[in-house]
Protein backbone atom coordinates (compact mmCIF):
# COMPACT_ATOMS: atom_id res chain seq x y z
CA UNK A 1 0.00 0.00 0.00
CA UNK A 2 2.63 2.00 1.13
CA UNK A 3 4.97 1.41 -2.49
CA UNK A 4 1.61 1.96 -4.71
CA UNK A 5 0.74 5.52 -2.63
CA UNK A 6 4.63 6.28 -3.03
CA UNK A 7 4.48 5.55 -6.97
CA UNK A 8 1.49 7.44 -7.17
CA UNK A 9 2.95 10.68 -5.76
CA UNK A 10 6.15 10.69 -7.86
CA UNK A 11 3.41 10.14 -11.35
CA UNK A 12 1.50 13.32 -9.87
CA UNK A 13 4.80 15.11 -9.68
CA UNK A 14 6.27 14.47 -12.41
CA UNK A 15 2.71 15.05 -14.61
CA UNK A 16 2.80 18.79 -12.80
CA UNK A 17 6.39 19.27 -13.47
CA UNK A 18 5.73 18.54 -16.96
CA UNK A 19 2.34 20.41 -17.32
CA UNK A 20 4.24 23.22 -15.46
CA UNK A 21 7.21 23.11 -18.07
CA UNK A 22 4.44 23.44 -20.91
CA UNK A 23 2.82 26.66 -19.32
CA UNK A 24 6.35 28.57 -19.03
CA UNK A 25 7.14 27.60 -22.42
CA UNK A 26 4.99 29.08 -25.69
CA UNK A 27 6.10 27.36 -28.61
CA UNK A 28 7.64 29.34 -31.18
CA UNK A 29 7.05 27.14 -34.24
CA UNK A 30 4.34 24.43 -33.71
CA UNK A 31 1.13 25.72 -34.06
CA UNK A 32 -1.49 22.77 -33.73
CA UNK A 33 -2.43 19.58 -34.65
CA UNK A 34 -4.46 18.28 -38.06
CA UNK A 35 -4.98 14.78 -37.44
CA UNK A 36 -3.70 11.61 -35.71
CA UNK A 37 -3.76 8.01 -35.95
CA UNK A 38 -2.34 5.19 -34.45
CA UNK A 39 -1.97 2.31 -37.10
CA UNK A 40 -1.72 -1.08 -36.61
CA UNK A 41 0.66 -3.91 -37.85
CA UNK A 42 -2.39 -5.44 -40.00
CA UNK A 43 -3.35 -1.69 -41.36
CA UNK A 44 0.78 -1.01 -42.27
CA UNK A 45 0.88 -3.92 -43.69
CA UNK A 46 -2.42 -3.70 -46.07
CA UNK A 47 -1.55 -0.58 -46.39
CA UNK A 48 2.20 -1.52 -48.38
CA UNK A 49 1.64 -5.41 -49.32
CA UNK A 50 4.15 -5.29 -52.33
CA UNK A 51 6.39 -4.72 -50.09
CA UNK A 52 6.02 -6.84 -47.12
CA UNK A 53 5.33 -9.75 -49.49
CA UNK A 54 8.77 -8.67 -51.36
CA UNK A 55 10.78 -8.50 -48.31
CA UNK A 56 8.45 -10.77 -46.10
CA UNK A 57 11.65 -10.41 -43.22
CA UNK A 58 10.56 -6.88 -42.26
CA UNK A 59 7.25 -8.08 -40.79
CA UNK A 60 8.65 -9.51 -37.87
CA UNK A 61 9.81 -5.16 -37.35
CA UNK A 62 6.08 -4.54 -37.53
CA UNK A 63 4.56 -2.50 -34.31
CA UNK A 64 1.87 -0.14 -33.89
CA UNK A 65 2.95 3.54 -34.90
CA UNK A 66 1.65 6.65 -34.03
CA UNK A 67 1.55 9.39 -36.54
CA UNK A 68 0.53 13.10 -35.66
CA UNK A 69 0.35 15.41 -38.58
CA UNK A 70 0.87 19.29 -37.54
CA UNK A 71 0.77 22.58 -38.38
CA UNK A 72 3.88 24.46 -38.18
CA UNK A 73 5.51 28.41 -38.59
CA UNK A 74 8.15 28.81 -41.31
CA UNK A 75 8.96 31.03 -44.36
CA UNK A 76 8.49 30.66 -47.88
CA UNK A 77 11.66 31.87 -50.46
CA UNK A 78 10.77 35.65 -50.03
CA UNK A 79 11.14 34.99 -46.39
CA UNK A 80 7.91 35.92 -45.16
CA UNK A 81 5.87 33.96 -42.62
CA UNK A 82 3.76 31.01 -43.09
CA UNK A 83 2.13 28.13 -41.88
CA UNK A 84 3.15 24.45 -43.08
CA UNK A 85 2.52 21.30 -42.37
CA UNK A 86 4.52 17.95 -41.99
CA UNK A 87 4.15 14.84 -40.04
CA UNK A 88 5.84 13.38 -36.90
CA UNK A 89 5.75 9.27 -36.30
CA UNK A 90 7.11 7.03 -33.39
CA UNK A 91 6.62 3.76 -31.97
CA UNK A 92 3.10 3.83 -29.96
CA UNK A 93 5.21 2.27 -27.11
CA UNK A 94 7.32 5.32 -26.83
CA UNK A 95 10.34 2.92 -26.65
CA UNK A 96 13.01 4.94 -28.88
CA UNK A 97 16.62 5.12 -29.64
CA UNK A 98 17.15 8.32 -31.79
CA UNK A 99 15.58 10.70 -33.75
CA UNK A 100 15.79 11.21 -37.78
CA UNK A 101 14.34 13.82 -39.78
CA UNK A 102 13.61 11.83 -43.01
CA UNK A 103 13.06 14.16 -46.60
CA UNK A 104 10.75 12.95 -48.87
CA UNK A 105 10.97 11.99 -52.04
CA UNK A 106 9.34 13.65 -55.59
CA UNK A 107 5.65 14.54 -55.10
CA UNK A 108 3.75 15.52 -58.30
CA UNK A 109 -0.31 14.85 -56.70
CA UNK A 110 -1.00 17.40 -53.87
CA UNK A 111 -3.16 14.80 -52.07
CA UNK A 112 0.72 12.86 -51.76
CA UNK A 113 1.18 15.15 -48.83
CA UNK A 114 2.36 13.02 -45.84
CA UNK A 115 -0.01 14.95 -43.97
CA UNK A 116 -3.10 13.86 -46.11
CA UNK A 117 -1.57 10.39 -46.40
CA UNK A 118 -0.19 10.04 -42.70
CA UNK A 119 1.14 6.81 -43.10
CA UNK A 120 3.67 7.64 -45.68
CA UNK A 121 6.01 4.89 -46.86
CA UNK A 122 9.08 7.11 -46.07
CA UNK A 123 8.42 7.18 -42.58
CA UNK A 124 10.02 3.46 -42.58
CA UNK A 125 12.62 4.54 -40.02
CA UNK A 126 9.71 4.30 -37.18
CA UNK A 127 9.80 0.30 -37.69
CA UNK A 128 13.35 0.87 -36.05
CA UNK A 129 12.78 2.48 -32.55
CA UNK A 130 13.22 5.84 -34.66
CA UNK A 131 11.02 9.00 -34.04
CA UNK A 132 10.31 10.51 -37.64
CA UNK A 133 10.08 14.28 -38.45
CA UNK A 134 8.84 14.76 -42.23
CA UNK A 135 7.91 18.05 -43.92
CA UNK A 136 5.28 18.19 -46.41
CA UNK A 137 7.32 20.88 -48.14
CA UNK A 138 6.31 24.21 -49.59
CA UNK A 139 3.11 23.45 -52.31
CA UNK A 140 2.18 20.36 -50.41
CA UNK A 141 -0.35 19.98 -47.38
CA UNK A 142 -1.22 23.83 -45.83
CA UNK A 143 0.52 25.01 -48.41
CA UNK A 144 -0.82 23.17 -50.97
CA UNK A 145 -2.14 26.81 -52.68
CA UNK A 146 0.98 27.60 -53.60
CA UNK A 147 3.27 26.25 -56.29
CA UNK A 148 6.39 23.84 -54.82
CA UNK A 149 9.68 25.70 -55.15
CA UNK A 150 11.30 22.14 -56.11
CA UNK A 151 15.04 22.06 -55.52
CA UNK A 152 14.80 25.60 -54.25
CA UNK A 153 17.69 24.83 -52.01
CA UNK A 154 17.02 27.34 -49.30
CA UNK A 155 13.55 27.30 -48.89
CA UNK A 156 13.65 23.46 -48.79
CA UNK A 157 16.33 23.40 -46.00
CA UNK A 158 14.31 26.11 -44.24
CA UNK A 159 11.02 24.18 -44.44
CA UNK A 160 12.90 20.89 -43.03
CA UNK A 161 14.95 22.64 -40.13
CA UNK A 162 11.37 24.26 -38.86
CA UNK A 163 9.90 21.43 -38.97
CA UNK A 164 12.09 19.91 -36.65
CA UNK A 165 11.91 22.24 -34.22
CA UNK A 166 8.43 21.88 -34.58
CA UNK A 167 8.28 18.61 -33.87
CA UNK A 168 10.29 18.84 -30.96
CA UNK A 169 8.35 21.49 -29.54
CA UNK A 170 5.46 19.17 -30.06
CA UNK A 171 6.87 16.28 -28.34
CA UNK A 172 7.88 18.05 -25.28
CA UNK A 173 4.10 19.55 -25.22
CA UNK A 174 2.96 15.74 -24.68
CA UNK A 175 5.72 15.16 -22.09
CA UNK A 176 7.46 12.83 -24.54
CA UNK A 177 11.58 13.34 -24.44
CA UNK A 178 14.21 12.30 -26.95
CA UNK A 179 17.24 12.76 -27.76
CA UNK A 180 18.73 15.74 -28.69
CA UNK A 181 21.03 14.83 -31.81
CA UNK A 182 19.41 14.11 -35.31
CA UNK A 183 20.31 11.95 -38.13
CA UNK A 184 19.09 13.36 -41.64
CA UNK A 185 17.96 11.15 -44.72
CA UNK A 186 16.43 11.33 -47.65
CA UNK A 187 16.19 9.60 -51.42
CA UNK A 188 15.92 10.98 -54.42
CA UNK A 189 14.95 14.69 -54.39
CA UNK A 190 14.96 13.85 -50.75
CA UNK A 191 18.42 13.07 -51.06
CA UNK A 192 19.12 16.62 -52.41
CA UNK A 193 16.90 17.63 -49.76
CA UNK A 194 18.76 15.94 -47.28
CA UNK A 195 22.06 18.22 -47.93
CA UNK A 196 20.55 21.41 -48.41
CA UNK A 197 19.02 20.84 -44.84
CA UNK A 198 23.03 19.82 -43.53
CA UNK A 199 23.99 23.01 -45.63
CA UNK A 200 21.50 25.24 -44.16
CA UNK A 201 21.90 23.73 -40.44
CA UNK A 202 25.83 24.42 -40.35
CA UNK A 203 25.37 27.94 -41.71
CA UNK A 204 23.22 29.03 -38.28
CA UNK A 205 25.58 30.17 -35.87
CA UNK A 206 25.18 28.71 -32.74
CA UNK A 207 22.55 26.25 -34.22
CA UNK A 208 19.64 24.53 -31.70
CA UNK A 209 20.16 21.65 -34.15
CA UNK A 210 22.91 18.85 -33.66
CA UNK A 211 23.45 16.82 -36.59
CA UNK A 212 24.37 12.77 -35.13
CA UNK A 213 24.83 11.79 -39.65
CA UNK A 214 23.57 12.18 -42.78
CA UNK A 215 22.27 9.75 -45.33
CA UNK A 216 21.78 11.25 -48.84
CA UNK A 217 20.55 8.65 -51.81
CA UNK A 218 19.92 8.85 -55.03
CA UNK A 219 20.20 12.62 -55.21
CA UNK A 220 20.59 15.19 -57.87
CA UNK A 221 23.07 17.64 -56.25
CA UNK A 222 25.05 19.06 -59.18
CA UNK A 223 21.96 20.66 -61.18
CA UNK A 224 23.81 22.56 -63.66
CA UNK A 225 26.23 19.32 -64.63
CA UNK A 226 22.36 16.88 -64.63
CA UNK A 227 20.96 19.91 -67.10
CA UNK A 228 23.56 19.30 -69.09
CA UNK A 229 23.96 15.71 -69.02
CA UNK A 230 19.58 16.16 -70.40
CA UNK A 231 20.27 18.62 -73.21
CA UNK A 232 23.29 16.73 -74.06
CA UNK A 233 21.22 13.34 -74.80
CA UNK A 234 18.21 15.38 -75.35
CA UNK A 235 16.35 12.47 -73.95
CA UNK A 236 15.31 11.84 -70.84
CA UNK A 237 13.38 8.44 -69.14
CA UNK A 238 11.23 10.72 -66.82
CA UNK A 239 10.53 14.12 -68.75
CA UNK A 240 8.38 15.60 -66.18
CA UNK A 241 11.52 15.87 -63.62
CA UNK A 242 12.86 18.92 -66.66
CA UNK A 243 9.90 21.30 -66.88
CA UNK A 244 9.16 20.60 -62.63
CA UNK A 245 12.57 21.72 -62.41
CA UNK A 246 12.15 24.87 -64.10
CA UNK A 247 8.85 25.84 -63.44
CA UNK A 248 10.28 25.20 -59.35
CA UNK A 249 13.51 27.26 -59.57
CA UNK A 250 11.18 30.24 -61.27
CA UNK A 251 8.98 30.04 -58.24
CA UNK A 252 11.91 29.94 -55.96
CA UNK A 253 14.21 32.13 -57.82
CA UNK A 254 11.67 34.91 -58.19
CA UNK A 255 13.07 34.51 -61.91
CA UNK A 256 10.14 35.78 -63.92
CA UNK A 257 10.98 33.61 -66.75
CA UNK A 258 9.29 34.15 -70.40
CA UNK A 259 7.52 31.08 -70.69
CA UNK A 260 7.64 30.88 -74.94
CA UNK A 261 11.72 31.54 -74.15
CA UNK A 262 11.69 28.00 -71.88
CA UNK A 263 8.63 26.00 -73.48
CA UNK A 264 7.47 25.08 -77.02
CA UNK A 265 3.72 24.61 -75.77
CA UNK A 266 3.80 27.12 -72.64
CA UNK A 267 0.48 26.81 -71.61
CA UNK A 268 0.23 22.97 -72.08
CA UNK A 269 3.24 22.23 -70.48
CA UNK A 270 2.31 24.41 -66.86
CA UNK A 271 -0.79 22.87 -67.07
CA UNK A 272 0.42 19.68 -66.44
CA UNK A 273 1.41 20.55 -62.28
CA UNK A 274 -1.65 21.31 -61.45
CA UNK A 275 -1.15 18.98 -58.35
CA UNK A 276 -3.98 16.86 -59.65
CA UNK A 277 -1.83 14.42 -62.50
CA UNK A 278 1.22 11.85 -60.98
CA UNK A 279 4.35 11.65 -62.77
CA UNK A 280 3.20 8.98 -65.25
CA UNK A 281 0.37 11.16 -66.40
CA UNK A 282 2.84 13.54 -67.15
CA UNK A 283 5.35 11.71 -68.58
CA UNK A 284 2.59 9.99 -70.95
CA UNK A 285 2.02 13.81 -72.13
CA UNK A 286 5.65 14.91 -72.38
CA UNK A 287 7.47 12.31 -74.18
CA UNK A 288 10.95 11.41 -73.81
CA UNK A 289 13.27 13.88 -76.45
CA UNK A 290 13.80 17.43 -74.62
CA UNK A 291 13.31 18.78 -78.46
CA UNK A 292 10.16 18.54 -78.74
CA UNK A 293 9.85 19.94 -74.84
CA UNK A 294 12.03 22.96 -74.49
CA UNK A 295 12.67 26.04 -76.99
CA UNK A 296 14.95 25.52 -79.54
CA UNK A 297 16.94 28.26 -77.99
CA UNK A 298 18.42 25.54 -75.59
CA UNK A 299 20.09 23.91 -78.03
CA UNK A 300 21.67 26.56 -79.59
CA UNK A 301 25.66 28.38 -78.51
CA UNK A 302 23.81 31.73 -77.62
CA UNK A 303 21.33 31.01 -74.81
CA UNK A 304 18.25 33.55 -74.37
CA UNK A 305 17.42 35.92 -71.28
CA UNK A 306 15.35 33.44 -69.88
CA UNK A 307 17.79 30.19 -70.22
CA UNK A 308 20.97 32.77 -68.71
CA UNK A 309 18.81 33.39 -65.55
CA UNK A 310 17.68 29.93 -65.62
CA UNK A 311 20.98 28.63 -65.90
CA UNK A 312 22.53 30.83 -63.03
CA UNK A 313 19.88 29.39 -60.88
CA UNK A 314 20.80 25.81 -61.13
CA UNK A 315 24.49 26.89 -59.94
CA UNK A 316 23.19 28.45 -56.80
CA UNK A 317 20.95 25.76 -56.13
CA UNK A 318 23.73 23.27 -56.70
CA UNK A 319 25.06 21.44 -53.46
CA UNK A 320 28.47 20.39 -54.41
CA UNK A 321 30.57 23.20 -53.44
CA UNK A 322 30.95 23.55 -49.94
CA UNK A 323 32.44 22.33 -46.83
CA UNK A 324 30.22 19.93 -44.79
CA UNK A 325 31.48 19.35 -41.72
CA UNK A 326 29.20 16.26 -40.51
CA UNK A 327 29.61 12.43 -41.65
CA UNK A 328 28.07 12.11 -45.08
CA UNK A 329 26.97 8.83 -46.57
CA UNK A 330 26.07 9.07 -50.25
CA UNK A 331 24.24 6.67 -52.28
CA UNK A 332 23.15 5.63 -55.52
CA UNK A 333 23.22 3.36 -58.40
CA UNK A 334 25.08 3.61 -61.76
CA UNK A 335 21.99 2.17 -63.69
CA UNK A 336 19.64 4.86 -62.58
CA UNK A 337 18.14 6.00 -65.16
CA UNK A 338 16.09 9.13 -63.93
CA UNK A 339 19.67 10.99 -61.53
CA UNK A 340 22.25 10.80 -63.52
CA UNK A 341 25.31 8.50 -61.21
CA UNK A 342 27.43 11.38 -61.96
CA UNK A 343 26.06 13.72 -58.96
CA UNK A 344 26.81 11.38 -56.18
CA UNK A 345 30.85 10.73 -58.06
CA UNK A 346 31.18 14.74 -57.99
CA UNK A 347 29.68 14.98 -54.50
CA UNK A 348 31.78 12.28 -53.25
CA UNK A 349 34.91 13.62 -54.51
CA UNK A 350 34.31 17.61 -53.56
CA UNK A 351 33.42 16.84 -50.45
CA UNK A 352 36.49 14.81 -49.98
CA UNK A 353 38.47 17.47 -51.43
CA UNK A 354 37.35 19.52 -48.59
CA UNK A 355 38.46 17.18 -46.38
CA UNK A 356 34.66 16.27 -44.97
CA UNK A 357 34.33 12.63 -43.96
CA UNK A 358 32.51 11.06 -46.52
CA UNK A 359 31.45 7.61 -47.58
CA UNK A 360 30.20 6.45 -50.77
CA UNK A 361 28.02 3.30 -51.44
CA UNK A 362 26.98 2.03 -54.72
CA UNK A 363 23.16 0.75 -55.14
CA UNK A 364 22.03 -1.70 -57.63
CA UNK A 365 19.13 -1.52 -60.33
CA UNK A 366 17.41 1.15 -61.57
CA UNK A 367 15.99 4.29 -59.56
CA UNK A 368 12.88 2.44 -57.70
CA UNK A 369 15.06 -0.53 -57.13
CA UNK A 370 18.00 1.46 -55.62
CA UNK A 371 15.78 3.30 -53.48
CA UNK A 372 14.42 0.22 -51.26
CA UNK A 373 18.22 -0.76 -51.00
CA UNK A 374 19.22 2.31 -49.77
CA UNK A 375 16.04 2.64 -47.40
CA UNK A 376 17.29 -0.75 -45.86
CA UNK A 377 20.84 -0.11 -45.91
CA UNK A 378 20.20 2.97 -43.81
CA UNK A 379 17.60 2.38 -41.13
CA UNK A 380 20.26 -0.44 -40.09
CA UNK A 381 22.59 2.64 -39.01
CA UNK A 382 20.23 4.71 -37.26
Known amino acids: MKEFFLFSVIGLILLYSCSKDEESVSPHYFVSVIQEKE ?37 DSKNQDIIASGVIAYPSNKKITGVTSVQHSSLFLKSQAPSRQLLHFELAPVLFKQVVFMSDYIGFGETEHLFHPFF ?13 RAGKEYL ?8 EEISLMGYSQGGNATLALLKKIEEIPDTDLK ?40 TGNHLQLAWNEIFISPDQVISLFDGKQDLSEINSRLGHRLENILSPAFFLPEKNNSIKKLERALKQNSLVEWTPNSSITLMHSPDDTYVPYLNAEQAFQSFRRHGCKVNFVSL ?14 VVLKL
Open 364 to 377: QGDHGDAGIQFYLQ
Open 152 to 164: HSNSTAQSCIDMI
Open 172 to 179: QSICFPVP
Open 211 to 250: VKQTFAGGGAYDLEATYNCFLNQNYISQPAFIPYLLLGLN
Open 39 to 75: FSVDEIKNRYPEIFIRYSSLSVLLQNIHVTAIRYRTK
